[in-house]
T-cell receptor, first 114, second 109 residues
Framework: GAGVSQSPSNKVTEKGKDVELRCDPISGHTALYWYRQSLGQGLEFLIYFQGNSAPDKSGLPSDRFSAERTGGSVSTLTIQRTQQEDSAVYLC????????????FGSGTRLTVV | GQQLNQSPQSMFIQEGEDVSMNCTSSSIFNTWLWYKQDPGEGPVLLIALYKAGELTSNGRLTAQFGITRKDSFLNISASIPSDVGIYFCAGHRGGNLIFGKGTKLSVKP
């Protein structure tokens, strides 16, 4: 598509439930990134994909967080046993290559854990 | 983790005023970028700076990459109401993009 598409745009879940967040990057972009934005904070790096592999998972905050990418395109970020501190906006970005600094961001998924 | 120090955290603008914000880091970056985020949207790239000392303009926006490669500033001239939003600086190094906490621009009441 023309831009980075994320779904759902909003998600409210109960504490302890699992959630899946989806990112559809710009066609042809091999690099894909997940960031988390908490209220009043900057963007916190979570994970980076080059194609289907994730050479940099250093930002995942705990083993409850995982992500995969299939076909070098769509990526899913999964949070298991959600906690209230997981509430944030989860942003996905893509670029032609990791060396290209000008990432294009999606509109994000606002996750609220109640 | 690594963070950039961005200031001010927030500011109020009156239409027509010039606005200035900056970012500093203890580490060197190869590229500095400035993004703007509107409510409910992802950040949108405004300006990218690739060389130390580089001064780049995009309409009413001007940004500079500091000589030491550890800082950058963004100026907005003759502000208009649609300039309100959150502005983020970001430094790029080794394939990672590190963000500041943002400067929130609001309209003076």
């Amino acid at each position: 598509g023309a831009g980075v598409s994320q779904s759902p745009s909003n998600k409210v879940t109960e504490k302890g439930k699992d959630v899946e967040l989806r990112c559809d990057p710009i066609s042809g972009h091999t690099a894909l990134y997940w960031y988390r934005q908490s209220l009043g904070q900057g963007l916190e790096f979570l994970i980076y994909f080059q194609g289907n592999s994730a050479p940099d998972k250093s930002g995942l905050p705990s083993d409850r967080f995982s992500a995969e990418r299939t076909g070098g395109s769509v990526s899913t970020l999964t949070i298991q046993r959600t906690q209230q501190e997981d509430s944030a906006v989860y942003l996905c970005a893509s670029s032609y290559d990791r060396g290209i600094a000008g990432y294009t961001f999606g509109s994000g998924t606002r996750l609220t854990v109640v | 983790g690594q963070q950039l120090n961005q200031s001010p955290q927030s500011m109020f603008i009156q239409e027509g005023e010039d606005v200035s914000m900056n970012c500093t880091s203890s580490s060197i970056f190869n590229t500095w970028l400035w993004y703007k985020q509107d409510p409910g949207e992802g950040p949108v790239l405004l300006i990218a700076l690739y060389k130390a000392g580089e001064l780049t303009s995009n309409g009413r926006l001007t940004a500079q990459f500091g000589i030491t490669r550890k800082d950058s500033f963004l100026n907005i001239s003759a502000s208009i109401p649609s300039d309100v939003g959150i502005y983020f600086c970001a430094g790029h190094r080794g394939g990672n993009l590190i963000f500041g906490k943002g400067t929130k621009l609001s309209v003076k009441p």
